[in-house]
């Protein structure tokens, strides 16, 4: 099976900064992953590796079977990886449907169009021609996933999406992911909420020190991880 996302020993920096050191990460089709550790370990700029955004010097990364010697931020979304990034970034002077057009720029094809992600979120429908930062919190992070999915991909990595958001829209998150989820699309969910990581997510790959250090099936582990959240994640 080719994996949608492979890292293999990806070492990278922010300038001289050295932050990720021979990084292995893989997510393959369909799979719940939750990438989990503490702040600043460098789950963010995993992602930011991935987009160009911090720069890749040695390891490999792939996208299916295409290879990614020097990442740029159009490329992931092209073969089907797309970010919802921390702190949602929507467009300021974009209505709530002209926010969701954007995620189709790649042209990609697939079961995603605008009344699918109306379907997923009516909330959106309602608020269609609102400005889309006029949303609340938890509404905007419905429009960044909804964006996410108008490019029809087959993976989403989602960096703490539920960053800020009350107990209530968290329970509507999970259950959205894991619908997201079940019609095929992959997901890693990089999460500091334990008790979100447990409802989503199959496997966690924790990191610490800018590597990955230990991973494993969520089930076998429930217990031990939501008692990380309580004593070492906060
Ligand atoms: N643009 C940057 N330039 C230099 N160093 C950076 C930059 N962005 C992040 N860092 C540093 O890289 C390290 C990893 O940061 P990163 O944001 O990837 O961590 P994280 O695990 O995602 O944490 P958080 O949960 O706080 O987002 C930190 O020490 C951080 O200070």
């Not at 931020?73 to 709530?96: D, F, K």
């Not at 697939?110 to 959106?124: A, D, H, N, S």
Request: glycine share 10%.
């Amino acid at each position: 099976m080719t994996a949608l996302l492979k890292l293999d020993k990806v070492n990278a920096f922010y300038g001289a900064a050295h932050i990720l050191y021979d990084l292995d990460l893989t997510v393959n089709a369909g799979e719940r992953v939750a990438l989990i550790g503490r702040n600043g370990v460098g789950k963010t700029t995993v992602v930011n590796t991935i987009l160009g955004l911090a720069t890749l010097r040695g390891g490999q990364i792939h996208l299916g079977a295409y290879a990614l010697p020097k990442p740029r931020t159009y490329m992931a979304a092209q073969h089907g990886v797309v970010v919802v990034p921390q702190g949602r970034r929507i467009v300021a002077n974009l209505s709530v449907e002209e926010n969701l057009l954007l995620g189709a720029a790649t042209g990609r094809k697939g079961p995603w169009t605008v009344p699918q992600i109306y379907k997923l979120f009516p909330i959106l429908q309602e608020r269609a021609h609102t400005p889309g930062t006029a949303l609340s919190g938890g509404q905007q992070q419905m429009l960044a996933v909804g964006r996410a999915l108008m490019a029809n991909p087959s993976l989403i990595l989602l960096d703490e999406p539920t960053e800020g958001l009350a107990p209530v829209i968290v329970d509507q998150l999970a259950e959205i992911f894991n619908k997201v989820a079940d019609q095929g699309t992959a997901l890693l969910l990089i999460e500091q909420n334990m008790s979100l990581v447990v409802r989503v997510a199959h496997r966690y790959c924790a990191m610490a020190k800018g590597a990955v250090v230990a991973q494993g099936a969520v089930e076998n582990t429930r217990e031990s991880l939501l008692n990380l959240e309580n004593h070492v994640m906060v």
